[in-house]
């Protein structure tokens, strides 16, 4: 029921988020905090996120979250 755009954004958003999270569950015991985290882990990081660097990825969830409240918004207005 959700246009072939607004399905695009939230599958690529959930796989995303998907990725990090694990990555996160298996390297990280407490609260992610990026300035104390290792090169190696950023790194990796930012491989599953398909960016260049940890900078870049962390603009691509920035703008990943932008993109999945527009859809939301849009999918709420339609109601």
Do not use: N, W
């Not at 390297?27 to 090169?39: E, I, L, N, Y």
């Not at 990081?45 to 999945?68: I, N």
């Amino acid at each position: 029921m959700l246009s072939h755009s607004h399905a695009e954004v939230l599958r690529s958003a959930g796989r995303l988020y998907s990725d990090l999270t694990q990555i996160l569950r298996l390297c990280v015991s407490g609260r992610f905090k990026p300035d104390t985290a290792g090169v190696d882990l950023l790194r990796v990081m930012a491989r599953a996120g398909d960016a260049p660097d940890f900078s870049s990825l962390q603009a691509r969830v920035k703008e990943t979250q932008t993109e999945v409240r527009r859809v939301f918004t849009a999918l709420m207005e339609e109601r």
